[in-house]
Structure formats: structure tokens, C-alpha cells
């Protein structure tokens, strides 16, 4: 007991250090990992841990999808990559034993730093890359660095996953009941984080998630502000204004911005459904790649008959590249993988189809029981706020990317989400202590 307690301070930390290094490099984040774990061994009570399990039902899925994965290891006729696959998805089973079972109480106090932590990693890679951005531009006078891709190129996560990150940290400053850090005079940081990162997060151009920002937060910020009429007024002004302005200073002017929205508005999806690619050129955009991806995989899982069970954790990349090969797809089969499309080893960009097509229906299902689960939970946790836009956004996200194949989605969502069902099963103490 007494070693448990020793240690505790440092399992916090490390976890805040977690959070702090997911937005920047994968080896920092594999290590706060791993130490994380090695720190939590040490001063483990596994017979808590255990009946933790047995109660806190939410994280079995974690678990149940992690054992379909390693079954599917058995029918999938790339050993190699389904081992590796089962290596990498480690985190499947490590984050949510560790935070959500193995971690008995998460107290408000920790919470927010927890939260402060996961901001100022955002925050940090934000300036590191806009004066990154900035001396590109002095020195070879092109703007492109300070936008989308380019703009995150020092970092692992690309601009869609930092525009995750971005839009969270941002939530969190905006809705979050602050109690123990950014109150009175510190408030007026908050603020000075909040515009900073709006800026970052706009420069990103992540399309989705200046949608979903325009969709969710502004009105969820003006709603909030109508407690007060005249508040509320001066709120919905100050916004309608500043879209307006921004807005026209976009359409009106030459950035990659309004490129990135125009093509969504003048996309062509008829090259995702042509029955031969010879000699056509392969310009998908990101639209009609991921229709095209998505063809491929339900052809697959009709061609293979594998809607049950899937075609196995290792044998995506194959029927996909084996469909791509039947429509002619130009150097798809070169010798040399730096003359194939880059697409070629790409996964399905849908969490959902990918856990479909790699252990079927049941995979399916249970994927969308992680997603859509906490959903349904939100309001018996008090600090719902910043679980809400996450889960909602998270959702979206999944439904245009493999969030969970990567390791810039999976740290980041498995973490915030074993967070939060440790807050819901320990709602009672947390009501106790007047959270």
C-alpha cells in the first residue's frame, strides 16, 4: 500500500505526459506508454483491477475486439502483417486496463490537469509549427507551409488528426467548468489559448472539422450565452461579424483554404465507380478516394464471402490491392512501390467498414458499441462537457478515417475514452465529493 501511494504521483504524471506528446511525435507518446504501464505494474492491485473488470462493463468491447482481431490472425494467410497489426493495436487492451480498470479514481483536480496537459501539447506544436511555417516563408517566400499537411510536416500526426486534437483543446477552453486552473485572473489565458488555437486549428483546413465546428460550437457558444439577453446579443454579433469578415477574406482571396472547400463543392465521384483505369489518370480527390476505397472493400467482402468473419486482420491491404489490380489500375503491381499509386497499401479511411472487412459483422458491431456507447451516458457523468463534442466528433471522424489504425487516433481516442468510463463508474464518488 504504502509503495502504491510512493508511486502514484509519478503514474499521474506520466499519464498528463501522455497526453501532452500525442499530438507530436509517436516514439514520445510509445514511451510515456510504456512507462506509464511499467509505473502502473509496480503498484497495481490486481484483485481491484479484477473486480473493476467484472463491474465496469463499457471497457469489455476493448477487450472482445482485441481477441476477434487475434483470431482473425488464424484464417489470415499474411502471418507477418497480422502480426504485426496485433502489435500495434497492443493499446487496444494496455490503455483501457491501465486507465480505465487500473486507476481507481480520477479526481477533478487531477482532470483538469490531465486536460491542461493535453492543451499545452497542442499548444506546443502549434507554435512549433507556425515558426517552423514562418521561416519556410522567409526563406523561400512560399505560403504553403503555413497550411493543411505542410503545416504539421515536423510532427506524426498529419493536419486531419492535429485539427482533432485542435478542436478539443478548444472545446475543452470554451465549455469546460473550470474550477482549479484558468479562474480569475488566469482566465484571461484561457482566452489568449482559445483565439491562438482557433487560428492553428483554421489553418489546418481540415474540411470536416470547420464544418463540424461551424455546426456544433458556434451554436453550442451562443446558446450558452443567451443565460443572459444581452450577452447572448452581443455573442451572436460579435460571431455573425467575425464569420462574415472571415469568410469574405477567404472567398476573396488566393489561399489553400478556399481550394480545399471549392474542391469539395466541385468534386467528381464518377471516377470512384469506372470498371477499367487504363490510361486514366488517377487525380482522386480525397472524396472520391474514399468511395472508391469503400467500393472495394464491400466488393471484397461480396467476392470473398467473408461478411461473417471477415478476410482476416492481415489480408486488408490484399483483397484491396487484388480489386485494384482486377480494374487495371496503372503500376499497381510494380516491382518497385515507389512507382505504385499511393494509394496502394492505403486502409479503407472508415473505421467502421475497416473493422467490417477485417473480422466482419461482429467487428462491426462491436466498433459501433465503442462508438456510439458513451452517447447514451453523457449526462449521468457531471463534467459531461467535454466528453460530448468529442464523442460526436470522434464519431464523424471515424466515419472518414481508420481512426483506430493509426496511432495518432488510437492513443488519443482509447485514452479519452477509458477516461471517461472511469468518471461514470465512479459517478457516486465523485457526487460525493461535490464535483
Known amino acids: 500500500m504504502g509503495k502504491a501511494i510512493r508511486i502514484q504521483p509519478f503514474l499521474n504524471f506520466t499519464l498528463c505526459l501522455l497526453a501532452f506528446s500525442i499530438p507530436t511525435k509517436f516514439i514520445f507518446s510509445s514511451i510515456c506508454l510504456g512507462l506509464l504501464c511499467l509505473l502502473w505494474l509496480f503498484q497495481a492491485d490486481y484483485k481491484k483491477v479484477w473486480d473493476n473488470f467484472l463491474k465496469r462493463r463499457a471497457l469489455w468491447p476493448w477487450l472482445v475486439f482485441y481477441i476477434l482481431l487475434a483470431i482473425s490472425y488464424l484464417y489470415s494467410e499474411d502471418k507477418q502483417q497480422a502480426t504485426f497489426d496485433l ?21 477533478r483536480k487531477f482532470l483538469e490537469r490531465f486536460f491542461v496537459w493535453l492543451i499545452l501539447g497542442v499548444t506546443t506544436t502549434a507554435v512549433i509549427s507556425l515558426g517552423h511555417a514562418a521561416y519556410i516563408w522567409q526563406a523561400e517566400g512560399t505560403t504553403s507551409s503555413f497550411f493543411y499537411h505542410d503545416l504539421v510536416s515536423l510532427f506524426d500526426p498529419n493536419a486531419v488528426y492535429a485539427a482533432w486534437y485542435s478542436i478539443f483543446s478548444i472545446s475543452l477552453l470554451l465549455f469546460m467548468p473550470w474550477k482549479f486552473h484558468f479562474t480569475g485572473k488566469n482566465n484571461a489565458i484561457r482566452v489568449v489559448l482559445i483565439i491562438f488555437l482557433l487560428i492553428f486549428f483554421l489553418l489546418l483546413s481540415a474540411r470536416m472539422f470547420t464544418i463540424l465546428f461551424l455546426l456544433l460550437i458556434i451554436p453550442y457558444i451562443i446558446k450558452k450565452s443567451f443565460k443572459q439577453r444581452k450577452r447572448g446579443i452581443l455573442v451572436t454579433t460579435v460571431i455573425a461579424i467575425t464569420l462574415f469578415v472571415g469568410g469574405l477574406a477567404i472567398s476573396i482571396t488566393d489561399n489553400p483554404i478556399k481550394s480545399r472547400f471549392e474542391n469539395l463543392l466541385h468534386r467528381d465521384n464518377e471516377k470512384a465507380w469506372l ?80 473493422s467490417l472487412l477485417m473480422i466482419g459483422i461482429s467487428g462491426l458491431i462491436i466498433m459501433s458499441i465503442i462508438a456510439f456507447t458513451p452517447i447514451f451516458y453523457l449526462h449521468k457523468v457531471l463534467l459531461y462537457q467535454p466528453f460530448l463534442l468529442f464523442n460526436i466528433t470522434s464519431i464523424f471522424f471515424m466515419m472518414q478515417e481508420a481512426v483506430l489504425q493509426t496511432q495518432a487516433g488510437m492513443f488519443f481516442y482509447i485514452l479519452i475514452n477509458s477516461i471517461f468510463w472511469n468518471l461514470y463508474y465512479n459517478k457516486y464518488q465523485i457526487k460525493k465529493q461535490h464535483l
Open 275 to 354: 470498371t477499367d483505369y487504363t490510361d486514366v489518370p488517377l487525380d482522386f480527390d480525397n472524396a472520391s478516394l474514399r468511395i472508391f476505397l469503400w467500393r472495394l472493400g464491400i466488393e471484397s467482402l461480396n467476392e470473398k464471402g467473408a461478411w461473417l468473419t471477415g478476410v482476416g486482420n492481415g489480408d486488408v491491404h490484399h483483397v484491396l490491392r487484388e480489386r485494384m489490380v482486377f480494374y487495371k489500375i496503372p503500376n499497381i503491381s510494380d516491382p518497385n512501390p515507389a512507382m505504385r499509386p499511393g494509394f496502394h497499401n492505403a486502409n479503407l479511411h472508415n473505421m467502421f467498414l475497416q
Open 87 to 107: 502489435k500495434s493495436k497492443l493499446a487496444y487492451i494496455i490503455i483501457p486496463i491501465v486507465v480505465g480498470l487500473g486507476i481507481d479514481f480520477l479526481d
